[in-house]
């Protein structure tokens, strides 16, 4: 048997073992937020080890995201609740184990190629409309940056050319979302591909409320990031058009889904930020 296919056992092993010790679990974590980063930080081990997330099969992803899924709800773990294994584990979403058929916070995805203005427009929605604007890559340069070990776990995967799993990403989103106290919320940049799309289903145990897309050609994105005083330090007109390509590639994907559901929100972002701003906020309204 091949490395990847024995890892793949072995955490298929752990999914039953996490099913037949619930109580157990319930017990040994104060919380199902502590559960998921529990997972969390076994998949990174896991990858650390030496299990490049570029190679691993779909057994390995599937099973990883079967752990996130077995995590007990804040139901199965309340007073009295703790007994025999539940038959079948709900996964354990935002806001303190709210489950996905009950309410849960509004998320909207922010999708749009680099250059199109999502971060202009999401402060205009968080002053008019006080949603929280999060950013998934700015809270994984934080983490990595945060001395923790799970931290610089991460940090020695990226170094070492690893992707990092998703479910890394969508646990600090859940993370910054319950440690803010409220209840609106813009995704920004996420999710990036379809394994973002898949491990937030999975995590967070429900779907975005709806997906934002500024829609703009390749030329106007480019002269705006080349005309922009304080850039990236790749922003050279090479890696830009580079991004472009890998947006094209793994983003894109991800809008025509959702557009498949009758989920998106499309703004021409081609105008002013004043005119494209006129155009977005029609879909806040409800939310005031």
Same mark, same amino acid.
């Given at each position: $048997?091949?490395?990847? #296919?024995?890892? $793949?056992?072995?955490?298929?092993? +752990?999914?039953?073992?996490?099913?037949?010790? %619930? !109580?157990?679990?319930? +017990?040994?974590?104060?919380?199902?937020?502590?559960? @998921?980063?529990?997972?969390?930080?076994?998949?990174? +081990?896991?990858?650390?080890?030496?299990?490049?997330?570029? @190679?691993?099969?779909?057994?390995?992803?599937? !099973?990883? %995201?079967?752990?996130?899924?077995?995590?007990?709800?804040?139901?199965?773990? #309340?007073?009295?609740? /703790?007994?025999?294994?539940?038959?079948?584990?709900? #996964?354990?979403?935002?806001?303190?184990?709210?489950?996905?058929?009950?309410?849960?916070?509004?998320?909207? =995805?922010?999708?749009?190629?680099?250059?199109?203005?999502?971060? &202009? *427009?999401?402060?205009?929605?968080?002053?008019?409309?006080?949603? &929280?604007?999060?950013?998934?890559?700015?809270?994984?340069?934080?983490?990595?940056?945060?001395?923790?070990?799970?931290?610089?776990?991460? !940090?020695?995967?990226?170094?070492?050319? *690893?992707?990092?799993?998703?479910?890394?990403?969508?646990?600090?989103?859940?993370?910054?979302?319950?440690?803010?106290?409220?209840? &609106?919320?813009?995704?920004?940049?996420?999710?990036?591909?379809?394994?973002? @799309?898949?491990?937030?289903?999975?995590?967070?145990?429900?779907?975005?409320?709806?997906?934002?897309?500024?829609?703009?050609?390749?030329? /106007?994105?480019? *002269? +705006?990031?080349?005309?922009?005083?304080?850039?990236?330090?790749?922003?050279?007109? &090479?890696?830009?058009?580079?991004? =472009?390509?890998?947006?094209?590639?793994?983003?894109?994907?991800? /809008?025509?889904?959702?557009?498949?559901?009758?989920?998106?929100?499309?703004?021409?972002?081609?105008?002013?930020?004043?005119?494209?701003?006129?155009?977005?906020?029609?879909?806040?309204?409800?939310?005031?």
């Amino acid at each position: $048997a091949t490395p990847f #296919a024995m890892l $793949a056992r072995t955490l298929l092993r +752990r999914v039953a073992r996490r099913t037949a010790e %619930a !109580a157990t679990v319930c +017990r040994t974590y104060a919380s199902v937020h502590e559960t @998921r980063a529990a997972v969390a930080r076994l998949a990174v +081990r896991e990858t650390v080890a030496g299990h490049n997330a570029t @190679r691993v099969p779909t057994a390995f992803g599937f !099973a990883a %995201a079967t752990l996130v899924t077995f995590a007990p709800s804040a139901a199965s773990c #309340a007073p009295g609740a /703790v007994g025999d294994a539940p038959s079948s584990p709900v #996964a354990s979403p935002a806001g303190g184990g709210v489950s996905a058929a009950a309410t849960h916070p509004t998320v909207v =995805f922010v999708l749009g190629g680099p250059g199109a203005g999502k971060g &202009t *427009q999401c402060a205009n929605i968080v002053r008019d409309f006080g949603f &929280t604007h999060l950013s998934a890559g700015d809270l994984l340069r934080a983490h990595m940056k945060s001395g923790s070990a799970d931290g610089n776990m991460v !940090a020695e995967m990226i170094k070492q050319g *690893q992707i990092v799993p998703s479910v890394v990403t969508v646990n600090l989103l859940l993370d910054a979302m319950r440690a803010s106290g409220k209840n &609106t919320f813009l995704i920004d940049g996420f999710p990036r591909n379809k394994e973002n @799309r898949d491990a937030w289903e999975t995590t967070a145990g429900y779907d975005c409320d709806f997906v934002l897309f500024f829609d703009a050609p390749q030329d /106007v994105m480019l *002269q +705006r990031l080349l005309g922009r005083d304080q850039g990236r330090s790749d922003d050279n007109e &090479t890696t830009i058009k580079l991004r =472009f390509k890998t947006f094209e590639e793994s983003s894109m994907p991800v /809008v025509r889904y959702y557009e498949q559901k009758g989920k998106v929100n499309s703004v021409v972002a081609t105008a002013s930020p004043e005119a494209v701003y006129t155009a977005t906020k029609g879909f806040f309204e409800k939310y005031k």
